[in-house]
C-alpha cells in the first residue's frame, strides 16, 4: 500500500508561484510513474502534469505547459509542481498518483493511489 500526502497548497495572487509537494510512504518510489491531477468545483478531474519513474520524461496539460515544472527525488521518494505565472483558472484542488504500469500516462484511470488533496486557490 503507497500513501501520498501533498503539501504547499494556498492561496496566492495571480502571476504568483507555488510548489506543491507528495511525500510517498513507499520503500522503493522509483517503481512508480508518478502524477499530479486537479479538479475545480463542479468539474471532473484533470490531467496536469506526469514523470516517469527515472524522470526522464515528463507530460504536461497544454494550460500549464512553460509554466508548471514536474520533478521527483527518488532517494527523498518525494515529488514536487512548481507552478509559477499562476492564473485564477488555476485554482483547484490538486492531487498527487501513482502509477504502476508500464508507460507514462496522463489517464487518471491508469493510477493506483491518490493523495488527499491539496487547495489551490488564485486571486485575480
Known amino acids: 500500500q503507497v500513501q501520498l500526502v501533498e503539501s504547499g497548497g494556498g492561496l496566492v495572487q495571480a502571476g504568483g508561484s507555488l510548489r506543491l509537494s507528495c511525500a510517498a510512504s513507499v520503500r522503493t518510489m522509483s517503481r512508480y510513474h508518478m502524477g499530479w491531477f486537479r479538479q475545480a468545483p463542479g468539474k471532473e478531474r484533470e490531467f496536469v502534469a506526469a514523470i516517469s519513474r527515472t524522470g526522464d520524461t515528463t507530460y504536461y496539460t497544454n494550460s500549464v505547459k512553460g509554466r508548471f515544472t514536474i520533478s521527483r527525488d527518488n532517494a527523498e521518494n518525494t515529488v514536487d509542481l512548481q507552478m509559477n505565472s499562476l492564473k485564477p483558472e488555476d485554482t483547484a484542488v490538486y492531487y498527487c498518483?501513482?502509477?504502476?504500469?508500464?508507460?507514462?500516462?496522463?489517464?487518471?484511470?491508469?493510477?493506483?493511489?491518490w493523495g488527499q488533496g491539496t487547495q489551490v486557490t488564485v486571486s485575480s
Open positions: 498518483a501513482a502509477d504502476l504500469s508500464i508507460g507514462l500516462g496522463t489517464d487518471a484511470y491508469k493510477y493506483d493511489y
